[in-house]
């Protein structure tokens, strides 16, 4: 094996079989822990130039992968030298070629990797859009079956660029809370298996991969990296991701400062980690939760529960980096990621508009100097250029009468 895992509670090492949390039971997010003390790239077009931080033995065929250039239009706008995009997407001039459009194909792609070669069964997944698109494409990609269920208003974000004929895609009333309860009990089912969210170590490496990239590309870890969270899975990535270079030595020893946002009137993870606290207390941090989350531009951003309290999760790792949150209007994030649009010439997924406001935010606090080193992650966007190059098809959903009868109980209770 190329990599164990341990976990963050009791310190034990073991082999990696899937796991997503420790056998001994203990809560905390296990980390994978690499033979390969120097990132050594490999020969890949894609997320798997970065294998040797990936948590699989085999390399997948995908051109998925982050890229990392640095910016000049947006850059001057701000008032930046020094500024790097990490952009995940599709803008082929770019050489980006994510097809559905965020970095949750660099989830995707290594975490059924991981499945496949731990033989851990079929995949379920809960999504209201980013990261049940990104499954469907890399499950076709990869000829893995795996199981979809998405609330019915976010169906049409559910679209590939060839016929999605391993996806099972179960449509929800409801919303993501529903589409999660329904994919928990189908995981109670023999057989299938969770993917298991920030817990999942190929998750979080996947979306490690924009840091790493970003660090090769300029030759050093950045002062500042900044991202729209909602989960904070991203963010986590990041914080792992630095101190694997930082152990590699190449790459200079300090952490970067986390500079994190969310879209108001929905911000959890900024109200807890302003008031310093390490539970997210839902009266206080999340009131009114479902009106807010209405209104709300950028609703990836939009997670309930969070992976903030947990050993080795958002809490540790702010705290870690030295973290500042910002809560972004939708006002804000439109007008910034319109001058994104405008300098840089990349339409934006809404929740990296919010990365761009909260950014220029950063810059009029003094919480980012002008001339230091700053990694934006821009974690989605280039939906416009897909069709010119790609079919999107729209992924049919299953009718109850052609579900396995063990799922189609489930859906009707
Ligand atoms: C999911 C998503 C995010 C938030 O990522 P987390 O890891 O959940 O914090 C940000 N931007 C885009 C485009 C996303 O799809
Ligand atoms: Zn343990």
């Known amino acids: 094996m190329t990599h164990m895992l341990r976990c963050p509670v009791c310190g034990e090492v073991f082999n990696d079989r899937g796991e997503l949390t420790c056998p001994a039971g203990h809560p905390g997010l296990l980390r994978a822990v690499y033979s390969e003390k120097q990132l050594i790239l490999r020969d890949e077009p894609g997320l798997f130039r970065y294998a040797g931080w990936l948590p699989v033995q085999q390399i997948p065929e995908t051109m998925s992968g982050p890229v990392t250039f640095r910016s000049d239009g947006f850059a001057a706008e701000a008032g930046l030298s020094n500024l790097w995009i990490g952009f995940s997407g599709y803008a ?240 804000d994030a439109d007008r910034a990621g319109a001058l994104f649009e405008e300098t840089e010439g990349i339409d934006l997924d809404p929740a990296a508009a919010v990365a761009c406001a909260a950014l220029l935010v950063a810059l009029e606090r003094g919480e980012i100097l002008e001339d230091d080193c700053t990694l934006l992650n821009i974690t989605g966007g280039g939906y416009r250029a897909v069709p010119e190059k790609y079919p999107v098809l729209p992924v049919e959903i299953i009718q109850p009468q052609e579900m396995p009868s063990c799922i189609a109980e489930l859906h009707h209770v």
């Open 92 to 331: 082929p001039e770019r050489n980006a070629h994510i097809p559905t459009c965020s970095f949750k194909e660099l989830e995707a792609w290594p975490t059924l990797e991981r499945l496949k070669e731990t033989g851990c069964g079929t995949l379920v997944i809960a999504s209201a859009g980013n990261t049940g698109r990104a499954f469907a494409e890399a499950a076709q990609g990869m000829d893995i079956p795996i199981i979809l269920v998405v609330p019915t208003r976010s169906l049409y974000r559910i679209w590939t660029t060839r016929p999605a004929e391993n996806v099972t895609l179960i449509a929800v009333d409801g919303d993501y809370s529903d589409a999660i309860a329904i994919a928990d009990r189908i995981c109670e089912l023999p057989g299938f298996t969770p993917e298991g969210g920030a817990r999942n170590v190929a998750r979080r490496d996947g979306m490690g991969t924009v840091f790493l990239d970003a660090a090769v590309t300029t030759g050093r870890i950045p002062d500042h990296y900044v991202q729209a969270v909602g989960s904070g899975t991203g963010a986590i990535a990041a914080w792992e991701a630095a101190l694997r270079l930082i152990g590699d030595g190449r790459y200079g020893g300090a952490l970067p400062r986390l500079h994190l946002a969310q879209n108001l009137p929905f911000i959890p993870l900024v109200s807890a980690w302003q008031a310093q606290r390490r539970e997210i207390i839902p009266a206080i941090d999340m009131p009114h939760a479902e009106e807010a989350i209405r209104d709300v531009h950028a609703d990836v951003l939009t997670n309930r529960r969070p992976p903030y309290a947990v050993a080795g999760g958002l809490f540790d790792a702010l705290s870690d980096c030295g973290g500042r949150m910002y809560g972004i209007t939708n006002h």
